[in-house]
């Protein structure tokens, strides 16, 4: 009887997999245009698919490596058996994800381009389309992943509970493993592509964005789909499945100590209010359409028709959910979710304030153009730095409410765990509408391609003006997506934190840990995690900066040698651009995941457990500042130099607007390359230690 | 017999007075050369006096509203009657300090150029002389601060040991928040006249630096003085109090848990090594001299004979006097000492690597200037975060070296105290060479300014490549500086957290301290800690930008509309200038103390004593990180742009150059301003926090 939530949570992955199916006919329906226009979509396809089958070449060599790795800690009695199968598994949806994603986004951007034409609404409805496919594949994929575990391990294999849920924590490794090379090197690849371009193409050939002349610029839209699309989708496929299989355990944790819930549905939960969330999320993706009109607000208000009411749904369905399920006692449960649904939108909305031009810091970001670069840099810097306060101040009233309330009605000896579990239940209430949510934020990179071909191809300006304000809505609803990703990732960390707190009293029940801050084996732990995600912003950058300088110099040599590319009579050897940001990246997306992976061991090898928790903690706590103040300086240059072309502060071509395509291009490895990126470190770090935590246990030095 | 200390700490003090009479009689012995120089000079001295004033204007009125505040704290009870007079006479004595160090810049800038006129080492001697002048005022007045307050409150109030140290942590308060201002407000200043004076004088109307002509010139010499000096002076009068007092009192608390060691000799043990140190840097100054080759290696040599000397002597004396003061058992505290002492020494040896052009990475800097400003600025970002790697190891291993090796000979009970102790002895033995050490460092300004009034007083070349000779040199110096003022603030503000913890415990016995790092109370007040450095950056550099926009107006109305300026025939109106940079510099100074005062005790009302030790362990981690990546960052961006108009990567007046001309004003904020006001508010948070327990501990809301 009380397994019959597995069934419900299968249901809900077919649904959003068969929704996801009818989404991309029905994008795929539409033509892709003229001969030109498809000529342009099979060289961005043909250079996207080149990039990932080379991609999987490489993260297939790691994986291997880290199979034989897992199987040799297995064998030495440190794992079960499960756990480097389930590593792989999840790797393998992680990337499945991100393929699924850029295969539909490679195949409707020229068709958004020709929807176009026609219309802006019919445009939207190619883009979104295949933003929903995005978005309902991770969701499914997710959910059915999970679900696949489950059946194999309870009913195959007759595991109890707690085995369960410590197993399938290990698959979450796999996913986040998968995610960050293909964030990271998506991310390098996206933005040597866009920061070549820009400076050699708009800054010092002065020719316009997405001009076929320029050399990079077909790297450029390879990039949007390798780095936006493909890398996202790994991205949040990593979010979603860490949030739900923290919060499962944890359930699991807590509810072993209270004898009136039967704990099978402190597991369910997560996974029920998941299935909802598909349901939620189909319904409201319906409600996206729009009219003619290339107004901002009204499209935005179409979009957010959709996401508002599966928000509604959620926040509803998931009283009865707790109350049934867990009893009234810990209807606090409930508060939990919704604080976490309401952060999330709040965080979004912090993050639109300060990155978006139709409000007072983007607005004063361009106007500090008008004394040159350096004031835009440090002002924009500055704007970053204080966006992070807000942030700070919902997540912590978040972690404070949905611990305290959900303890409320708990046991004296209960209250602990059920508050970490309130903790892991409003990060799944974060993402719970993630179909929707990153279907609205997946189309942006679409119409953004669509932009490029429609520009390259020499179609009527009118249709580039649409997909314009398409894209242009594209990066109000990225800045929300990112207000989700990042809010849920602290709070997924802590809920991994603390189910790696709880593996090491099961290991060693006798181990007196002492986390107390002021030990200084957890105060230098803190130091160490904290300087984590810094190193890993440098390491990223500086791998940006390495790869696009690489591309200036090809491209400044195309513009030099090959004749009658700058007349149009020769076509750029976009080939070669596009094979120079694929070596770079692959090149460089190596040292991140490698760091990701050792420094953890090695900080439990030195300081032990105690340590462990500490850098931990540190690197959320950074790995959060910094994440939140690199995606908004970034999204504020690139709106203030949007908001300078449109004609404020001198428009475009003034000096101003050359200060402020500099400020972009610095703001593009900080928003889509380092910033995203961070955010799966820190859920990363926490895997690994809790896979490492057996040896960790027995081998330690300090501490 | 056990009080004989304080005559020996008292004379220290006095020692240290004397000798800086001494050597200022000998900087303000030499001419101040021609008319011409004569008149520039007073421009500067003027324009510094007058910002001083006003400063310290401001500065009264928020030291009589916190006397007030303290004197309502001690009637309710929550503060002994010392605490107001305390924080005013740190407040006034690290204010002097930066008065007493200003004065003797300004009355040394033209008299370091005139001479040399003569040579170079007479150009030294007297710039050294000057920066001497600093650094054993602020060791001097530190010791003698607290020597007084000991004698006040042994020997006249009759206060046990406990009490007495209690009572002098709260003039560290006093100390810091004049600090800040100074720190603060003169950094804005500088910050504010350079950039403007820089972006438009150089890049636009393309004349030399300190160009007579450039109407922010004045401002921009003016800065260095009030900036550079008084700022300096304040805060490192700060640093090296703050360090005492934490660590004598940090020792009356461990030793009291053992009856062999008598209390008194652990609090006189920081007190006996910082008057050996100021022996110590009086030998080493007498070795700085050097020949007539500007070259670099040949003149650091001279002021590494100095600082080595000095640190060898401190490491040998140190034995001795642990042993015969603590007993062979605590030995351990030796190593602490020299722990603290090798590792201030290694950090200033990694910020060297990381920003002089000797080595790679500045190189390296350089040639990213090629491809374009935007490629500067992200590799010059990801520099200085990369250099956070080795800093919080070196600052990681110090802390675990001293605490366990400390704590090696102590009986059980007493480890964890007498390791707290070792902590804060390597924060002491880190500065205790500081006579010398802010000698070599504050020399540098006086060379720079030397070098604006050889070029505005249009002196033979040779003057002016001789005073950049020396000024060069000065970057390096400020290098290690920085080093040991970062390093020392780090682990000063760990032992402030631990006299925290103790105090409470000592209001309140029965209290149940839970500091748990995965105590949400904990973790939201490191989340919110975490999240002050970045606002504060965010503040000051908004300041600057703010500041230096109406700086660049001014300075292009001037060239607009006085007619004569660029050929010479008008003199610019520098006084306008200067008037513009002190009203902005002390309109944005109050609100970023106002945080520092008002966010802990908030923080604590919030979430009680467990969540401001989170608040104070999270700023201290997120602000070393901060202020370590900024520092570096900014003196790479500064060398990097000397290297090229030295003549590689293109040259002076190459777009190489002007791209790292806008690197080295975004740095300008970075290194001379956010980054050291960090190293001063993690210990302003703590030192609060301190004087407002008993109010947190009596009245907060969770935890």
């Known amino acids: 009887m009380n397994q019959y939530f597995i069934v419900f949570s299968a249901l809900g992955s077919v649904l959003a997999l068969l929704f ?12 892709e245009g003229t001969d030109r226009m498809k000529k342009i979509a099979s060289f961005i396809r043909d250079g996207a698919n080149a990039y990932l089958r080379r991609q999987y070449t490489v993260v297939i060599v790691f994986f291997s490596i880290m199979f034989i790795v897992l199987c040799i800690m297995a064998a030495l009695g440190f794992l079960t058996w499960f756990v480097p199968f389930a590593f792989v598994s999840g790797g393998f949806f992680s990337g499945l994800s991100g393929f699924v994603g850029m295969k539909i986004a490679t195949g409707s951007n020229a068709r958004t381009a020709n929807a176009c034409r026609t219309g802006l609404n019919a445009g939207l409805r190619v883009a979104f389309s295949a933003g929903t496919v995005m978005g309902f594949t991770v969701v499914g994929l ?77 790297a450029d839209n390879v990039g949007d789909n390798v780095g936006d699309v493909a890398g996202m989708g790994a991205d949040l ?5 860490g949030s739900l299989i923290s919060a499962c355990s944890l359930g699991v944790i807590a509810f072993n100590l209270i004898d009136a819930v039967d704990r099978t549905y402190a597991f369910a939960v997560p996974l029920l209010l998941a299935a909802i969330g598909v349901i939620a999320s189909l319904i409201g993706s319906f409600l996206v359409r729009t009219g003619e009109s290339t107004d901002q607000m009204t499209l935005l208000k179409a979009l957010r028709r ?35 649904l ?35 840099v440090i002002d924009g810097i500055s704007l970053g730095m204080q966006s992070t306060v807000m942030p700070v101040i919902i997540v912590g009233a978040c972690i404070l409410i949905s611990f305290y309330v959900s303890g409320l009605g ?44 429609a520009q390259m191809a020499g179609l009527d300006p009118i249709v580039r003006e649409r997909t314009d304000a398409l894209d242009s809505l594209g990066n109000t609803t990225a800045a929300t997506g990112k207000g989700f990703a990042i809010g849920s990732a602290a709070l997924t960390a802590l809920a991994l934190i603390a189910n790696y707190v709880e593996k090491i009293e099961v290991i060693d029940p006798s181990l007196a840990l002492d986390m107390s801050i002021m030990n200084p084996v957890v105060l230098v732990g803190v130091f160490i995690g904290a300087c984590l995600p810094f190193v890993f912003a440098a390491i990223t950058m500086g791998a940006i900066g390495r790869a696009a300088h690489s591309v200036v110099l090809e ?10 590319i700058m007349d149009g009579t020769t076509d750029a050897d976009y080939a070669r651009c596009v094979d120079l940001c694929t070596r770079s990246s692959l090149k460089e997306m190596v040292l991140p995941t490698v760091i990701a992976i050792v420094v953890p061991v090695a900080t439990g090898l030195l300081l032990g457990p105690n340590g462990v928790v500490g850098m931990l903690c540190g690197a959320t706590v950074s790995g959060f500042l910094l994440a939140v103040f690199m995606s908004n300086s970034g999204g504020s240059w690139d709106n203030a130099k949007k908001y300078i072309e449109v004609g404020h502060c001198g428009g475009k071509g003034s000096d101003n607007d050359k200060a402020a395509i500099v400020g972009d291009t610095i703001g593009d490895p900080f928003k889509d390359t380092s910033g995203p990126s961070i955010n799966i470190l820190i859920k990363l770090l926490s895997m690994v230690s809790i896979v490492f935590a057996a040896l960790v246990v027995n081998c330690h030095l300090f501490g």
């Open 142 to 218: 997710g959910l059915l992943d999970i679900s696949l575990w489950y059946i194999l391990l309870r009913f195959v294999f007759h595991l109890e509970m707690e085995a369960i849920s410590s197993a399938m924590l290990t698959f979450g490794m796999g996913a986040s493993s998968m995610a960050l090379f293909a964030r990271v090197g998506g991310g390098i690849f996206t933005k040597a592509a866009d920061v070549g371009a820009d400076l050699v193409g708009k800054v010092e050939a002065g020719i316009p964005e997405d001009d076929p002349r320029n050399p990079a610029a077909i």
């Open 342 to 376: 309401i952060s999330g939108v709040l965080i979004g909305r912090f993050t639109e304030y300060y990155t978006s031009d139709t409000y007072r810091p983007t607005k004063h970001l361009a106007a500090s153009s008008e004394t040159g670069t350096a004031t835009l």
């Open 555 to 564: 491209v400044r040599r195309q513009f030099r040698e090959i004749k009658g």
């Open 306 to 340: 959709g996401t508002n009411t599966s928000a509604i749904i959620i926040a509803i369905a998931a009283f009865p959910l707790v109350w049934f399920m867990l009893g009234s006692s810990y209807i606090g449960l409930y508060v939990a979710i919704l604080a976490g």
């Open 20 to 31: 996801a199916v009818f989404m991309a006919k029905r994008a795929l329906s539409v033509s």
């Open 410 to 453: 708990a046991p004296e000896a209960a209250k602990n765990s059920i508050g970490l579990y309130g903790i892991a239940l409003a990060a799944v209430g974060m993402l719970s509408t993630l179909g929707i949510t990153l279907a609205t934020d997946a189309y942006g990179p679409v119409a953004d391609n669509a932009g490029g071909i």
């Open 237 to 241: 496929y990593e979010s979603y499945v």
